[in-house]
């Protein structure tokens, strides 16, 4: 080994010592008499110093030793004279005898300290230097503990780790497969798994009782800012189980986590229908860390000859706690934002609940004080308080309210990345309308199973039919979800019935899952958690880009390595293939 | 829960329990008044009893069920009174009150037995039956269990999982890469890694440290009986590291799982070099279980007139202890063995060391009872014992008699599978002479570091370069190797020099890498075992494919799924090609 010791574990308790560190230059200080080295490595900083007078051709080499040089040194372990408290090695120094470069450096193209000067790009092309900074770094790491302790805690529940094949089988529906030419079978193609689900179902079937894996999943399309081509998962299945079950073991792994991790004690999860979801927060994964529920207020809103408010299917507001000391500049601001494209609301109703009893609204010409008041009741609004209201079409408005909702947070400040609000979202529909191929899709997937009771709405409403379907949210980002499969094979043919595939077109797509389950299916259920989403999530941020080594960039493209890339026409020709 | 214990975890101390358990019909034996049930999931089998005088119903039901259907029985646990000691519930049985059919099955192709009629093929399509199969099963658990403790161990030991891409960039000399089409990058293709190498490398210029990966890798070959064209690495790679402590860290790791795992304390490893496990066993990957090293006879064979000895570059004994019995029949079987094309060799000689101190050769005519001796003498061989003797070429001499020691110790039960003989090779020469090419290859790849003593004979005498690279070889399989690797990018010129690259070429396939080199990499090392082989071998077995959940045939296809397949020209028009 090349050094006895890391650069962050020495201590007041090694003074004496002499040691071998090994290691980056992060910073050079030439005082003149003394010349200070930072010595970095991934777990810490410690500090070399090297002394003119007592050694002058060691001081000199060291003066000469440039940003981000690999060098090794040997030295004698002393207390500092000032202490630096903010890190742990704060308390040592190294006075150096010895010093080797083990290899020089090129000026980095931008600073390896917390804040960079580097740009995007810059930082992305050269992702080896970005990492060596400390909060890229420190991003790897959390995500390789959450995935040790995920495996810790799901192998402590009797789950079996089993990997399944990438190289699958694409199918017609998969046309966001990446796919794969085969070289012996000519003309033929693997694709690459969007996710393991298939044979997670069938390991259910194969008797494997409990299965997880942490799994790389593909998908190619177009991308936005947080989507990846490559993404992982956790991906979980369990037989002979009920959706309490499946809540509960997994429940406990984000618990877990949380705990191990960030050292954060969680209380059971609170739990909300997706139907109860929608109308208190105008989303299927609501940010629960601040108030804010919706109040319906058609009764105390409409017939007072506001046509706004009389023609909309839905009136809806909410209370902003001590919000009444808002300008009318923040409040036209707020206006404007509820009309933007993206929001797309008409126009936004206020009322300020002023200190001394009396309101003020946006809408006094149409509402008595007594009014105002009804509607401080029915938003539960104290003096000081701010109602804002939407109104329109129910969907539309929800969902516009929703978004002025999490812009408010986010204003005030009501999002402390540092908290962890978790929620289960339940009884998510079945299906969903899709308006491109004009008929019903699975919401989940088609293997999810309806609620026993709902079944019977298939053929008379079937978007009432609720599903055994459940989401995991936490700080209003969907972590996970899962559903209890269909294992009946009478029940699969009606839903692809429903779901407008011909029995053919279930063979094609689903033969040997079907044909697998004639042979002992047994009941079954499963969730995938985004792993790259949970791991931001755990470390404070949104962006799950930080939070993976090598990520692509908008355009699927790796900056670094320059890939995807031409390749020859000999290569091209073996796999009997040509370009278009 | 569909249960309250699983079929496994039953015993005498739950008598008189009421107790719901779900799985499997194993077995259904109708014995008129009396029908038993053998239940079984991943965790075991539960013997189910249905009495026809006390409900008949019940037992009516129980008798209709046919193999593999999911049943949930509600019961009493009560003590058996022919106890089966075979299994760990053996001692109870369940009284049956309640049975609900959870799914039907269809009979099964082949029968869920340890020893199945189902062939090959048959067994491989229906993969999620064979699972079932306990044998088969256990294997993918104890490919989870060892996979768990990997982690367990490189976690405790520092080591940072980091999750490397899979869609990365093809080479020029990557001919056996799989490629994957980009939609968003016309005409452009990711790759499937060979292995993560760069981007470990990279991870150590990132001054990551210590990294792991449990990963898979792809290779496009003509695939061998044991060969995958996805299969999975162990993956490390760590910094300021000498050869020394990489070999004490993969030692560690190996008896740690095989104590783990198997229950097996191994001693301290022992070493060889490479050209001395070529003298000694003929094999840079011995099985060192048994005995029967070579011993080099040129001295005590040649000049005495016998032209096959006197010709050949090599002379080469093994001592066979005990062979002296063997018939004249065995031996002709051996010579035969040894001159079919996959061995090779043109005869083999033999003398017995007969109990009564006389010798029996087939070259009596040119050797003399003195020289017999001489010959038992420098084999170290005893009354009682067989000497066999090749020669000719050194090489194919040496890989003959290594194949005919293999398959004598295969004859003669010495190769135990329950055994554990591991085995560090070292110095293994850096270059080999490609045939095809005309020039010299790396034997590890183009980064493995030579010897220091040995860099000046990369222009004398490349062949006799020795690199700074390892294998760990365990029972006569290579499970893994590794390097120190060039971190100077002056040394790591002269090798690519070595290698035939030209400064375009080495650029144009490991551009990036030789940047990153640029920026302070650090000197470092590592190693990466094969997983499905490391398996396999723990599991007793040689074959890695009953280790994969979904292994694909030795044409790369997986005959469950029936993949690959062909797609539609709607979905090769979006990737930009056409089949040529």
Same mark, same amino acid.
């Given at each position: 080994m090349l050094r006895t010791h890391t650069c962050g574990e020495l201590d007041i308790n090694n003074i004496g010592e002499e040691v071998q560190l090994s290691g980056w230059v992060q910073k050079n200080r030439d005082l003149g008499g003394m010349t200070f080295i930072d010595l970095r490595d991934r777990y810490g900083i410690t500090q070399l110093t090297f002394n003119m007078d007592e050694s002058s051709d060691l001081c000199e080499k060291a003066r000469k030793l440039g940003r981000e040089y690999v060098i090794k040194v040997t030295g004698i372990v002393i207390e500092r004279s000032s202490k630096n408290k903010s890190i742990p090695t704060g308390d040592i120094e190294i006075i150096v005898s010895d010093l080797i470069v083990l290899n020089a450096s090129k000026t980095?193209?931008?600073?390896?300290?917390?804040?960079?000067?580097?740009g995007d790009k810059l930082r992305m092309k050269y992702r080896y230097l970005d990492i060596r900074r400390k909060p890229v770094k420190e991003n790897l790491m959390l995500r390789a503990k959450v995935s040790i302790e995920t495996r810790k805690y799901l192998d402590n529940q009797g789950f079996c780790e089993v990997e399944t094949p990438y190289l699958i089988k694409s199918t017609p529906e998969g046309a966001r497969d990446f796919v794969v030419p085969s070289r012996m079978n000519e003309g033929q193609f693997y694709a690459l798994p969007q996710s393991p689900q298939t044979f997670k179902q069938l390991l259910m079937v194969a008797g494997m009782d409990k299965y997880y894996q942490i799994v790389k999943c593909f998908r190619d399309e177009d991308l936005r800012a947080d989507r990846q081509p490559e993404f992982t998962q956790i991906d979980c299945e369990m037989s002979f189980v009920e959706q309490e079950d499946i809540l509960n073991t997994f429940e406990g792994l984000t618990r877990h986590l949380l705990k191990e991790v960030k050292g954060v004690e969680l209380h059971e999860f609170p739990r909300i229908t997706y139907d109860d979801a929608m109308k208190k927060? +105008?989303?299927?994964?609501?940010?629960?860390?601040f108030g804010m529920k919706f109040v319906e207020m058609n009764e105390v809103c409409q017939q007072n000859n506001f046509v706004v408010f009389d023609s909309a299917e839905l009136v809806v507001g909410i209370n902003v706690k001590? +919000?009444?000391?808002?300008s009318r500049k923040q409040i036209d601001k707020l206006t404007d934002f509820v009309k933007t494209p993206q929001v797309g609301a008409k126009g936004l109703v206020y009322c300020k609940c002023n200190e001394d009893g009396t309101f003020k609204s946006s809408v006094d010409k149409f509402f008595s004080q007594e009014d105002l008041n009804n509607w401080a009741d029915k938003c539960k609004a104290a003096s000081g308080d701010l109602i804002l209201i939407l109104s329109g079409e129910k969907l539309k408005t929800r969902k516009a309210l929703s978004t002025l909702r999490l812009h408010l947070a986010e204003e005030l400040g009501l999002r402390n990345p540092e908290e962890f609000a978790p929620l289960w979202v339940l009884d998510f529909p079945l299906l969903e309308w899709d308006e491109e191929t004009n008929r019903y899709h699975a919401?989940?997937?088609?293997f999810t199973s309806p609620k026993p009771n709902d079944i019977e709405k298939l053929d008379t409403d079937p978007a009432a039919v609720r599903a055994n379907a459940y989401d995991l949210v936490i700080n209003g980002n969907e972590i996970g979800g899962g559903s209890i499969r269909i294992h009946d094979g009478e029940l699969q043919k009606l839903m692809f019935k429903h779901l407008g595939f011909s029995d053919e077109e279930a063979k094609e797509q689903f033969g040997f899952l079907i044909k697998a389950f004639e042979h002992g299916a047994p009941p079954h259920g499963g969730v995938a958690f985004g792993f790259d989403r949970l791991c931001a999530i755990m470390g404070g941020q949104e962006n799950i880009r930080d939070f993976i080594a090598f990520p692509k960039n908008n355009a699927g493209r790796d900056v670094m390595i320059d890939s995807p890339s031409f390749i020859d026409n000999e290569q091209l020709n073996e796999l009997n293939i040509k370009l278009k």
């Open positions: 980095p193209p931008f600073t390896i300290e917390d804040e960079t000067d580097g927060y +105008g989303s299927d994964k609501p940010d629960i860390r001590d +919000g009444a000391s808002f919401m989940h997937h088609p």
